[in-house]
């Protein structure tokens, strides 16, 4: 079977950016965009959560949110089934989970296949999961970092878009390290945003390269310190 090439779409986007708690990737999302860096808008801010920082900082910055309750719909697959309808209402192009703490279902990554970026900090596929800084350090890892990446429905797993490297530190605890890489995570979130649509990022089973204008050629994306 011949393989599967996706290319990203090149044009001025809609965003629709996922949020469970702070909100600062969303926020270094919406800060590229507002400093011309990003060709998209963001056409809503969606939470589970009502009380989300985020989703407050989103309402602050006069962007359009929504939140959904979860106890209000059958089981996942109709909450999801409705928050796709909410998306599509709105022609959203990409999907940007930023600290998005509910599993989205298989129909859901379906829908948004190529079209959904997560940003995860750790060097994936090392330490998937939650309190993956404190992991890192407790497994004497000297180098951690943080990786954007395209959703799938195995959660963590699907095609790397942009890594950044951050050593770790003999006096790191859980704290400083997370509070080094969420920098990282500040710069290649938006960077991978821009490259989507400016039509420059190719999915090739699971890698993903960056489309170079200036040699025609293609590269793997990779980023570091
Ligand atoms: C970040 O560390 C991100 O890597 C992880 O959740 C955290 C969200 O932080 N997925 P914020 O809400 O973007 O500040």
């Not at 809609?14 to 056409?43: C, E, P, Q, T, Y």
Request: hydrophobic share 40%; net charge neutral.
């Amino acid at each position: 079977m011949a393989e599967e090439i996706f290319v990203s779409p090149k044009k001025k986007g809609k965003i629709a950016v996922f949020v469970s708690g702070r909100g600062s990737n969303f926020m270094a999302i919406h800060d590229a965009i507002l400093a011309n860096k990003i060709n998209a808008d963001i056409a809503v801010v969606f939470s589970n959560k009502e009380e989300a920082p985020g989703l407050k900082i989103a309402q602050q910055r006069n962007l359009e949110t929504l939140y959904l309750n979860p106890k209000l719909y059958a089981d996942r697959d109709e909450y999801d089934k409705e928050i796709i309808k909410e998306l599509k209402k709105r022609e959203v192009d990409l999907v940007c989970l930023a600290g998005y703490m509910r599993i989205l279902t298989p129909l859901f990554c379906k829908e948004f296949k190529n079209r959904m970026m997560n940003i995860h900090p750790a060097l994936l596929p090392s330490f998937p999961g939650l309190h993956v800084q404190k992991k890192a350090i407790e497994w004497g890892v000297k180098y951690s970092g943080a990786t954007v990446h395209f959703v799938t429905a195995e959660v963590d797993m699907g095609p790397i878009i942009i890594q950044a490297v951050v050593p770790i530190l003999q006096d790191d605890t859980e704290d400083s390290l997370a509070d080094r890489i969420l920098k990282e995570e500040h710069k290649i979130y938006p960077e991978a945003v821009r490259l989507f649509f400016e039509g420059n990022l190719e999915v090739r089973g699971r890698r993903v390269f960056i489309k170079s204008s200036e040699c025609g050629d293609t590269q793997p994306t990779t980023r570091s310190k």
